[in-house]
């Protein structure tokens, strides 16, 4: 069987005219069509303008209707030259084909062949040839088909790109919602951000196309996964395949998803729901909540340091379910404890068997700050802040642990960057402003004052641009070395903060209100 996705495997003139049916055959004329692709089959039509696409098309001319003349030959030579047909075969001509006909046929590049033969015949020999890139393509997906239906509920993604990468002799990944690959080979370079929506997309690189299929896991979702195929040189047949193949494997790829996220988020919840029975306590936990985190495997009966990881930005439910394995592949090393997902991020402990140094956390902090830095790196619009409280015994101070971690992550989302990192014990003077960084009244002030910012700020570059101006100083140099930008980008930013908000800047009062007031109205959002 040739193969559909080899470039050398299209069918053209020469292909045609090869056939054995053909030896016998007359070639008139045409020099230069031997390369000219054929896709079908037809009769010349009975009137003299042709209706439908003759691109691409063998026509076959049945010779008695020369009974009179040949002028016939040149007309239909002529309309086939400008709807793109490459061959003329006349079967059985009443009249000899004159010299003029076979002028034009070289002029036009279109190959004028005479044969005797039954026309019918011809014409099922020729389709044979010409049409099997079309059957082939049928039966392609036809047997990619029957194979995503006999893969079993034990085996997953991995499988079913495997088929892909199989039938269409190409490279499947599957990539995430913040862009990562979750299955298949790494890409180079990764998808855009453009190319992550909800519409296939078709992109070239240099040699290499590649094709982006959005992933839908529920009716009225937007894709949280997109089918990426890749193939160096592909042949139109490969990219018609392809283009109706990786829909299919689409719809396969998002019932298994589905699947798995339905067990994910079950789960969840019966993580979530020992998590609250560990806060809920007052005294010893029952032998009920003892036995399911027993079961769990959750270690408890140490010194207990809890994390919270509190996400801001772009966070939902969702989100925070799909990046639970990500998160706890860029934590592998730091904490062995569980990941518990919660409404606004994750929970996780540390547990030792004694009692750790006071100073200790110091590594902790690094190790936890590096792992969460390379976690968001390539997240856009994720930020996410930890708190860390100090090591306690047992379940209950477990619980006292995780309190403190709260109000650490509060204070960290309160700096202003991407991501920080707070231990309890450094906070020291910073713990008196959470009283004011979270009451109601001094919420009101500090969205009344930067309202001018937020009403004219979408993206949140000015308000964050504020933020990292006010911690550093007031100085641009520093302000642009921490966010990535041109010190005249900060330089022109804070001149329109300076322009719509009715403070001060060079005032220290006035800048102490407005740098407390851009924290409250981060911790807000």
Known sequence: MPNLWDAAYQVRVRNVLALHRLAGATRLGGRGSEDRLVSRVRFAPAGRHPHG??????????????????????????????????????VSPAHEIGLSARRLADKLSTALVVTDDYLLELADDIREVVEAPLRLLATTVVDAVDRFGRISPNQG??????????????????????????????????????????????????????????????????????????????????????????????????????????????????RLGALNGIIALTDRPSASLTQQIGTLGWKTDGWCSAIHMRVAGQADSLRVLALTDPLSRALSGTIDGPLVERPDGWTSWLAEAAEPLPASFGQLVVAIRRAVQDFVADRDGLRVYVGIGRPYAGTLGLRRSLAEAQEAATIAQASGLRTAVQHIDELGVQRILVGWYTSEEFGDVARTLLRPVTEVDKDEDLLRTLEVYLDNESSPTATADIMGLHRNTVIKRIARVRHVVAVDLDDPDQRLAVQLACRVVNLAR
């Open 53 to 90: 696409d003759y691109a691409q098309t063998a026509v076959i001319l049945d010779g008695g209707r020369l009974d009179k003349d040949t002028y016939l030959v040149d007309l239909t030579l002529r309309w086939m030259s400008e709807a793109g047909a490459p061959l003329l075969i006349v």
């Open 157 to 270: 993604v991995p499988e079913l790109l495997g088929i892909v990468d199989d039938t269409l002799a190409a490279s499947a990944s599957l990539i995430g919602l913040e862009g990562e690959v979750v299955a298949g080979p790494p890409l180079d370079p990764p998808i855009a951000r453009r190319d992550r929506v909800t519409v296939p997309v078709r992109t070239r690189i240099e040699s290499v196309v590649r094709l982006v299929q959005p992933v839908t896991l529920a009716r009225g979702e937007r894709p949280t996964f997109w089918l990426v195929l890749s193939r160096e040189a592909p042949t139109p047949a490969w990219e018609e395949a392809a283009s109706r193949l990786v829909q299919l494997a689409a719809s396969y790829i998002g019932t298994r998803l589905m699947s798995n996220r339905l067990e994910q988020e079950r789960d969840a919840r019966v």
